[in-house]
Structure formats: structure tokens, C-alpha cells
């Protein structure tokens, strides 16, 4: 696969919309490229939260890709993160995204296989 140009400045909001388009496509890794972007070049006080969110899409991706151990670990992790940067700038549902993080690493942990990463993929921004 393609990967996303990298070092793209975006707002949150451009961040956001594509790393959620990429999710729903089913592709996560590409999603954390888009993160990772926002880590690197965003404000100083939101890198937690951007590098959080990068560990859940490369979590996704690990768990995927059948990587049950590295995909539980990095979901966790990225949970920790999320969850502590509650509640989160830009509508980000890190509550929500905390708990379907260990839910997921949960699914993994017990030898589901690997999940389909489309059918798995979160909601970054709460419905409210």
C-alpha cells in the first residue's frame, strides 16, 4: 500500500476527518502516519494526545495484522494516553476511545485472530 506523505501540517479538524476517513477504509496505519504528523508539528501542551491516538492506530494495526501481544500492548498504552488527556480538545471522545482501546486488546488477548480492521475501526469524535 501507498504510504501517507509525511510532515503534512493539517488543523485538528483536517487531521481528524482524514485519520477517521483512513480508519473507515480500514486502514490504520495510515491513520497513525496522519497522528503522527499532528504529534510532531502541533502545540506542545496536545502532543500527549496526538501520540496517544498514533499508538491506537498502530494497535489497530498490529492486531490485524494477527500481532496479538504488540497489538494488545500498544492499545493499552494509547488508552493510558487518551484517557488522561480527558476531556480532550476537538469533540475527541477519549473516554470513549480509552475503553474501546481495552476492549479491543481484550478481544486480542484471547486469541481471537486478527480482527478486521474496518469493521473494528473507532469513533474519534463523540456523536454529542
Not at 506523505?5 to 481528524?16: F, I, M, S, Y
Not at 504528523?37 to 498490529?62: F, I, M, Y
Not at 481495552?102 to 480482527?115: D, I, Q
Amino acid at each position: 500500500m501507498d504510504r501517507q506523505p509525511e510532515g503534512v501540517v493539517r488543523t485538528p479538524a483536517e487531521t481528524l476527518a482524514e485519520a477517521q476517513a483512513l480508519l473507515d477504509r480500514g486502514r490504520p496505519f495510515h491513520a497513525h502516519e496522519v497522528f503522527e504528523d499532528a504529534w510532531k508539528s502541533g502545540p506542545e501542551r496536545e502532543r500527549a494526545l496526538w501520540r496517544g491516538l498514533a499508538q491506537l492506530a498502530v494497535g489497530l494495526t498490529h492486531a490485524a495484522r494477527g500481532n496479538a501481544t504488540g497489538g494488545a500492548r500498544l492499545l493499552r498504552r494509547g488508552a493510558g494516553v487518551v484517557a488522561a488527556e480527558a476531556p480532550a480538545p476537538y469533540g475527541i471522545d477519549a473516554p470513549g476511545l480509552a475503553a474501546w482501546a481495552e476492549e479491543l486488546a481484550a478481544r486480542v488477548e484471547r486469541g481471537a485472530g486478527p480482527v478486521d480492521a474496518t469493521d473494528c475501526a473507532p469513533r474519534l469524535r463523540g456523536t454529542g
